[in-house]
């Protein structure tokens, strides 16, 4: 069992900022796969960024350009660093961790885009 802590959450105004993290409860270089997915009330949850062991990235056509997914191995953290933010990215955002056939979720942080 793996257990991922995210943080960085908040209310930020349309165009600004935000650094969420997230911290595994064993080495990242274990994990294979590490991901950022969010959810908005009412819709369904969706991929925004991916990484994985070898430094691949994926991103949503949403977030491309604006969002930037990274690991720190020295730290133990995952970082989705968001910029120029939008209204509709307003929503739960959660990590996840998957490694062969098994993968593990957050809690979950709020992100809120508004003036």
């Known amino acids: 069992q793996v257990q991922l802590v995210e943080s960085g959450g908040g209310l930020v105004q349309p165009g600004g900022s935000l650094r969420l993290s997230c911290v595994p409860s064993r080495s990242i270089r274990s994990i294979y796969f590490m991901g950022w997915y969010r959810q908005a009330p009412g819709k369904q949850r969706e991929l925004v960024a991916a990484i994985t062991s070898g430094g691949n990235t994926n991103y949503a056509d949403s977030v491309k350009g604006r969002f930037t997914i990274s690991r720190d191995n020295a730290k133990n953290t995952v970082y989705l660093q968001m910029n120029s933010l939008k209204p509709e990215d307003t929503a739960i955002y959660y990590c996840?961790?998957?490694?062969?056939?098994?993968?593990?979720w957050g809690r979950g942080t709020q992100v809120t885009v508004s003036s």
């Open positions: 996840n961790a998957a490694h062969l056939s098994d993968s593990w």
